[in-house]
C-alpha cells in the first residue's frame, strides 16, 4: 500500500479555500497510486485554536462531500483535519473518508495543556484499517504520550500515522520520538505537518518517513507545500516533492 502524506499550506479559517487545496492535493495523490493520504492536525482550518469554536463543522457536514465524491471516484481513502463540535464541546478531530462507506472520524483524546481551554478530549480508538492495512493513528501532543502509544499499538498495526502540526521549536524532539518509536516497535512511521502559519507562529514542515528500523527514509522541506508517499510493503519512499 502507498500512503501519500500532504504537506500544506493552510488558510487561516478559511475552509473553503482549503478544501480546494485539499482535492488539488488528493488528485496528485491519485496520479502517484496512493491507497491513502493524511493531512496534517487541523488542515481545514489552520492550527488555530482561538478560533476553532468559531470554525468547528459537524463530521457530516455536506462541505466534506466533495472528499466522499473523490474517494468513490478513485478508490483514495481521504485523513483530513477539522475542529468537530460535539455535545460536550469541540474536539481536534481527522475526517475519514473510504470509497463506498459513511464518513468516520478520529478524535484527538490527550490533549495538550494549552488546547484544553478551547478543545475537549475525544472518545476515539486509535486503531483504523484501510482495506488490509492495519492503521494506529495519533494527532501531535498524543505521540508523546506513553499509554496512548500502548492503545495504539495493541492491535500489532502495519504503520503508525501521526498528524501533527509543529513548530521549530517543537519538530526536534517530534522527529526523534517517531523515530524512536519506528525503531523499538519495528513498525513503519509517518508523520505530515503543515507549513506557513499557525496560533501565532509558524509550521515547521518536515513530514517525515521512516522504516521499521527506525531510519529516515524521506522528509520534505521546512518552508514548501508537498506530497510524500510512501510504499509502506517495500519501506521505500516512492516520491517526495514540494511545490
Not at 167 to 189: E, F
Amino acid at each position: 500500500m502507498k500512503i501519500s502524506l500532504a504537506q500544506t499550506r493552510p488558510v487561516t479559517g478559511d475552509v473553503p479555500a482549503n478544501i480546494t487545496e485539499h482535492l488539488k492535493i488528493i488528485a496528485r495523490a491519485v496520479a502517484e497510486g496512493a491507497g491513502l493520504i493524511v493531512f496534517s492536525e487541523l488542515s481545514l482550518t489552520g492550527y488555530e485554536p482561538t478560533l476553532a469554536k468559531e470554525l468547528a463543522a459537524d463530521s457530516h457536514d455536506a462541505r466534506f462531500d466533495c472528499f466522499q465524491s473523490a474517494s468513490d471516484a478513485s478508490g483514495i481513502v481521504i485523513a483530513a483535519g477539522m475542529p468537530t463540535r460535539h455535545d460536550d464541546g469541540v474536539r481536534i478531530s481527522l475526517l475519514l473518508f473510504q470509497p463506498s462507506r459513511p464518513r468516520s472520524l478520529y478524535s484527538k483524546t490527550y490533549l495538550h495543556a494549552d488546547e484544553e481551554p478551547f478543545f475537549v478530549p475525544g472518545r476515539s480508538s486509535p486503531e483504523w484499517q484501510v482495506g488490509g492495512t492495519k492503521i494506529a493513528l495519533a494527532i501531535c501532543y498524543e505521540i508523546s504520550v506513553d499509554s496512548h502509544l500502548q492503545s495504539a499499538l495493541q492491535s500489532q498495526p502495519d504503520v503508525y500515522i501521526a498528524s501533527v502540526a509543529k513548530s521549530p521549536s517543537g519538530i526536534g524532539k517530534a522527529l526523534d520520538r517517531l523515530a524512536g518509536i519506528a525503531r523499538t516497535h519495528s513498525i513503519p512511521v509517518l508523520m505530515p505537518n503543515a507549513v506557513g502559519m499557525a496560533d501565532g507562529g509558524k509550521c515547521a514542515g518536515k513530514s517525515s518517513a521512516w522504516n521499521v528500523c527506525g531510519e529516515l527514509i524521506g522528509q520534505l522541506t521546512s518552508d514548501d507545500e508537498g506530497l510524500l508517499t510512501m510504499d509502506v510493503v517495500a519501506g521505500t519512499v516512492a516520491s517526495a516533492a514540494s511545490r
